[in-house]
């Protein structure tokens, strides 16, 4: 194709709006006319020779009306907007694709024709630049700015060349411009029958990234060229190409475009899959179609195509059932090309039981699986294979393949897989697995977690015994599991067997516990106990401190009593050891401070028991009794574990009300009567814990199932009349505390006799309970016990509540002669505070005393008598008129006179003679009088308030 059609299919195109080339009419004056006007700029002349071709009556119309679009460019272009609008409105009439480029034309702004020119000199300027240094990013950014104005003297240069191989700049450039002459241009190129023309144009491409969208559009379809170097020229450059453009070329039947395609897809899938974006659901409709032109590549005869097919099938083939399924097939045949394979979190799998069969057949062809150091990528890859499978496909059809797996070591078996699809049928076949193995955890851990048969114990007993024999001892944590599922077998001889292995095993001897705690959770009888109890004693103190715990643990859910016979033995081998209460509840954990502490807390854990919430665990009434009877007794060289075990008892019972279950009776009945013997031989401090504990025990008889028990409601009796008279200050307090609103007789003359206790908390509590709670008045007998302690300041407690009796006096005035100096001052104040007459020879009795606060009080006691006697005596003979006349006298009489009830002229010459008096004593009268309705009154206050300060001054 000639420069002039190209130029002119350009131009059009930019004049007519989205008419393709096909549709442009065939005119060689038209097509002259625009090359004069894009060539050679000279828009005069191309204006002239459009008039004459649209004034010429032998055009045809279609040629005529494109003509008048060029007239109008290039009129504006000159200047002559006017003209260019005359020619548009005609163009504009119609509804065809001319029309509307004319309507659009007549909507946009007129151009500047200097600007205009002045944008072709700078692409001009713009251009030598570039091609002075194609490789300047400044330069290429600066030409892409000037869209089609560089356009056009690109596709000038490249067709004065014809298009040489050499022009790589011009290439590159067209490639890289957002702009419409270019892409007409690279449009007619690629869809040119010159096939050299396409190889050309493309090849120069810069990558895709670099180009603008409708750009990297035309390079696109530039994929489906016949041409394989034109294809090969776009992959080599197209890293933003996506899947859906370089898939289906991997199997392309040209060897060249294979290679090109997948060297691309390896390049542009690098990021893509990889890392977190294996859950892309994107990712995975990728890897399918990727997949699926996958086969022809991994036949190939070239090494290197092949070497790229099998990193691309590593790369997707788990993140689709498809690419398993490739990859099964030709796993063996990659070798040490597997090295790629990666396997996502959440991979998507295939059917359950989908490629068991041909992964079995891969097994026997490449072999166990050797040390990891030896392994060839393909055993690595389908170690990895087999695990995805196996931990979130195949079920429990596929079990023959995994045992095969297993038995090769190409899997892992942790468990998981187990515990989801095996079943009891299975646990001989992966039982027998053992001895195989090395990677063994899994298969103990499940089997560890589950109640087996009898049968499995002569297997699993082999396996112990081959494994110590050689040597060859697994981990701690696996030997547990191994003897612990020998425990869960529930055969008669897996007790007595793994008592034999503590021996066995010395000083790695912890794991044999496990197995003991697993025995006696299947099996609860004399036998097994008795094991379990030999065991638990013949610990060595200070060893295996965790194992004793739970073998007591485990004692304590079976109901056994005996093992309490000894607590001091008990006590040596599990006190402070950290307990974890594994096989009674996951949660609970606490530092054990005994067998006590330990017993408490395993009696208030809550466990599951065949589907019932179990709290005594494995005791009766009788048996829970035995025990705490005998934990609560004291014992010679024990006094220790005296004090600890009610500690713990005081933890328990503070414990129950929080249980759905209560104490058994036989035990309440029990700890009363411990109670009831140590408080009426323990005195000092109780602790907190223990008070609360009592508390707690005498709760019980406000429940009303257990009011009629002849039995319990004696010792409950018993144990409170203990109380009363307990040599502990704080049992006493807990009796007066617990009585509080009670007006019982009985109780109230308890409370009463606790009024002259030796305690002071005692005593209070007492008070509080009788006046405050119960709301009985206060007499003098209630007094007079309250001053017969022996404590002073019981007694002064006692004197503080006589002011609220009627004799007050007569009650309080023996506390004068009290040995308490702080009891004789209070006696004073309280015998001042009756302001009575009587008692002042008492007081003045006091002013002798030997405590100089004593004085003081009784001083203080006569003068508040003294002044309200005087004041009484005064103010008698004022309001009875008998007063003399004295200053005082006068200014009350005046202030009579002076009062609102008289007429004005009495008050105004009251209120003066009070002023001339100057009593200081009047003020607040006169003040209060400067108010006064009446103005004389209001003025004679002020005068005489006046008067007084002055005198005062």
């Known amino acids: 194709m000639d420069t002039t059609k190209t130029i002119l299919l350009s131009v059009l195109l930019l004049a007519a709006g989205t008419a393709s080339a096909q549709e442009l009419p065939t005119n060689d004056a038209l097509q002259a006319a625009i090359a004069l006007a894009e060539l050679q700029h000279d828009d005069a002349a191309a204006r002239d020779a459009i008039v004459a071709i649209a004034e010429d009556p032998a055009v045809p119309m279609d040629v005529k009306r494109h003509a008048w679009l060029w007239f109008a460019r290039l009129s504006r272009r000159m200047g002559d907007e006017k003209a260019a609008r005359i020619v548009l409105e005609r163009a504009a009439r119609g509804d065809d694709e001319l029309a509307r480029r004319a309507q659009q034309m007549l909507a946009q702004e007129p151009q500047d024709p200097r600007r205009e020119a002045e944008l072709r000199e700078r692409a001009e300027v713009a251009f030598r630049s570039y091609k002075s240094n194609p490789s300047d990013a400044r330069a290429i950014r600066d030409l892409q700015w000037f869209g089609d104005h560089a356009a056009r003297i690109l596709v000038r240069e490249y067709e004065s060349t014809g298009g040489q191989w050499g ?29 050299e023309a396409r190889q050309r144009i493309t090849a120069s491409v810069p990558p895709t990234s670099d180009m603008p969208d409708t750009t990297f559009a035309l390079a696109r379809r530039a994929l489906l060229d016949d041409d394989a170097l034109v294809v090969v020229n776009v992959l080599r450059a197209g890293d933003l190409l996506e899947v859906d453009d370089l898939a289906p070329l991997i199997s392309d039947d040209r060897v060249e475009v294979r290679l090109a395609a997948l060297q691309r897809l390896q390049q542009n899938t690098q990021r893509t899959f990889a890392g977190t974006e294996f859950n892309d659901p994107q990712r995975r409709i990728e890897a399918r179609r990727i997949v699926a032109h996958l086969r022809m590549p991994l036949q190939a005869t070239d090494p290197q195509e092949f070497r790229l097919a099998a990193t691309m099938l590593c790369r997707v083939a788990t993140l689709c059932a498809e690419g398993r399924a490739l990859l099964i097939a030709y796993l063996a045949r990659l070798g040490d090309d597997a090295t790629e394979l990666r396997w996502p979190e959440d991979p998507e799998l295939a059917t359950p039981d989908e490629n068991a069969a041909g992964i079995a ?170 094991v379990l109890r030999t065991a638990l004693l013949a610990i060595e103190p200070g060893r295996f401190g965790f194992a004793a715990s739970r073998l007591l643990g485990r004692l304590v859910r079976m109901g056994d ?41 395993w009696l208030t854990a809550r466990v599951q028991d065949g589907g019932q919430t179990i709290y005594w665990h494995g005791y009766d009434a009788v048996g829970l009794a035995t025990v705490w009877t005998g934990l609560l007794s004291p014992r010679t060289g024990s006094s220790r574990r005296w004090a600890q075990d009610w500690d713990v008892l005081a933890d328990l019972l503070n414990d129950v009300p929080a249980c759905a279950t209560e104490l058994p009776r036989e035990v309440v009945l029990a700890l009363c009567g411990a109670f009831a013997t140590r408080i009426s031989s323990e005195g000092g401090n109780w602790p907190p814990p223990l008070l609360d504990a009592l508390d707690r025990l005498r709760s019980v008889e406000t429940r009303v199932h257990w009011r009629n028990d002849a039995e319990l409601v004696a010792a409950l009796g018993e144990l409170s009349d203990a109380m009363w008279i307990a040599p502990s200050d704080f049992v006493r307090v807990r009796a007066a505390t617990a009585s509080r609103g009670i007006v019982d007789d009985v109780v109230a003359g308890r409370l009463v ?61 023996p506390t004068l002669r009290d040995p308490s100096p702080d009891v004789r001052a209070a006696a004073c104040q309280a015998l001042g505070a009756t302001l009575s007459l009587d008692v002042v020879p008492d007081l003045l009795e006091s002013l002798r005393d030997s405590a100089s606060h004593v004085r003081t009080a009784a001083t203080d006691a006569l003068q508040a008598i003294r002044f309200y006697h005087d004041e009484k005596a005064h103010w008698d003979r004022v309001f009875a008129g008998e007063a003399g006349l004295t200053a005082t006298s006068a200014a009350e009489a005046l202030l009579r006179q002076a009062a609102p009830a008289n007429d004005s002229a009495t008050r105004v010459l009251a209120i003066r003679s009070l002023g001339v008096l100057a009593a200081p004593e009047t003020l607040p009268f006169l003040i209060e009088w400067t108010k006064d309705a009446d103005a004389e009154v209001a003025t004679a206050a002020r005068a005489a308030i006046q008067r007084i300060h002055t005198t005062g001054r």
Not at 566 to 586: G, I, T
């Open 361 to 530: 057949a891969l097994i026997k062809e490449l072999g166990p699986m050797p040390g990891r150091s030896t392994a060839t990528a393909a055993q690595r890859c389908l170690r990895s294979l087999i695990g995805g499978y196996v931990y979130d496909g195949w079920d429990r059809t596929a079990s023959g393949t995994v045992l095969a797996a297993a038995r090769a070591e190409y899997v892992y078996l942790d468990g998981e897989w187990l515990d989801r699809h095996a079943d009891d049928a299975d646990a001989m076949k992966f039982a027998a697995l053992l001895p195989a193995t090395r990677e063994r955890g899994g298969i103990l851990g499940w089997l560890s977690r589950r109640d087996l048969a009898p049968d499995l114990f002569p297997i699993l007993r082999r396996s112990f015994d081959d494994l110590v024999a050689h040597g060859s001892r697994p981990h701690n944590d696996e030997l547990a599991m191994l003897l612990t599922a020998i425990g869960r077998t529930g055969h008669p001889d897996a007790a007595p067997f793994l008592l034999d292995s503590v021996t066995r095993l010395g000083d790695g001897a912890d794991p044999a516990f496990s197995g003991l705690v697993a025995a006696g959770r299947r099996r609860n009888d004399a036998a097994t106990r008795d």
């Open 167 to 195: 022009d790589w700049g011009i290439r590159h450039a067209l490639w890289r411009l957002d702009s419409a002459v270019a892409r007409t241009f690279l449009t007619e190129k690629l869809a040119s029958d010159d096939v």
């Open 561 to 601: 009593v005996a093992v309490f016979a000894d607590p001091d033995a008990l006590d040596a081998r599990c006190l402070q050891s950290r307990v974890a209460c594994s096989d009674l509840d996951d949660d609970v954990r606490f530092a054990a401070l005994g067998v006590g502490g330990m017993l408490a807390c």
């Open 753 to 813: 006799g606790l009024l002259g206790d030796r305690s002071l908390a005692v005593a209070r509590c007492a008070w509080n309970a009788l006046h405050e709670d119960a709301g009985l008045p206060i007499d003098a007998a209630m007094v007079g016990n309250g001053l017969t302690s022996t404590n002073p300041e019981v007694r002064l407690l006692a004197v503080e509540h006589a002011a609220s009796t009627a004799d007050l006096a007569e009650v309080v005035r």
